[in-house]
């Protein structure tokens, strides 16, 4: 099991006056060049804080349960899912998979592995630039919904 994301708190803590929760980054999006906007649920008015979307109220509730979901990550352990007891604590770089002693002796002595930590870090790169692809996808698909959304309401008034 991953550990949780340390930034985890303050990414999806933002609560808006309409109770709908929004990460910070995303928040800090929508509202760059305003002092107002809308909440992209519900459409209700907000008004930015003097100082920015992080004085936004954080969600309590939100708050509480990735406190609990972080204790989790951090007391558990990676257990292999094939030898219950035994901690992951290697990974096979010939299978793309990660091993416990036991797999390691069972299948895959012969086999090069390395740290399960060097393995996260050799493949973290990757998958950020995955996941940096497709929130720059989420913002264009915004701003043409956002674009969709003007034009619909200017045919309606000229109807």
């Known amino acids: 099991m991953a ?4 930034s985890l708190g303050t990414q999806i803590q933002e609560d808006l006056p309409c109770q709908h929760t929004f990460c910070q980054d995303c928040l800090q999006h929508l509202t760059e060049r305003e002092t107002t906007f809308k909440c992209p649920v519900c459409r209700q008015a907000v008004r930015k804080p003097p100082k920015g979307v992080q004085d936004l109220p ?7 349960l990735q406190t609990r979901i972080q204790q989790e990550f951090t007391e558990s352990k990676n257990l292999c899912f094939l030898h219950e007891s035994e901690e992951i604590k290697l990974y096979c770089e010939e299978c793309d998979v990660p091993v416990c002693n036991e797999c390691l002796d ?19 790169a990757p998958v950020q630039a995955l996941l940096d692809e497709g929130r720059n996808n989420l913002v264009t698909y915004r701003t043409y919904m956002t674009s969709l959304t003007e034009k619909e309401k200017t045919l309606k008034e000229q109807i």
């Open 3 to 6: 550990a949780a994301p340390s």
């Open 58 to 64: 954080n969600n309590i509730l939100v708050t509480s």
């Open 106 to 124: 069972q299948k895959h002595s012969d086999h090069r592995t390395i740290s399960l930590k060097k393995a996260a870090e050799e493949r973290k």
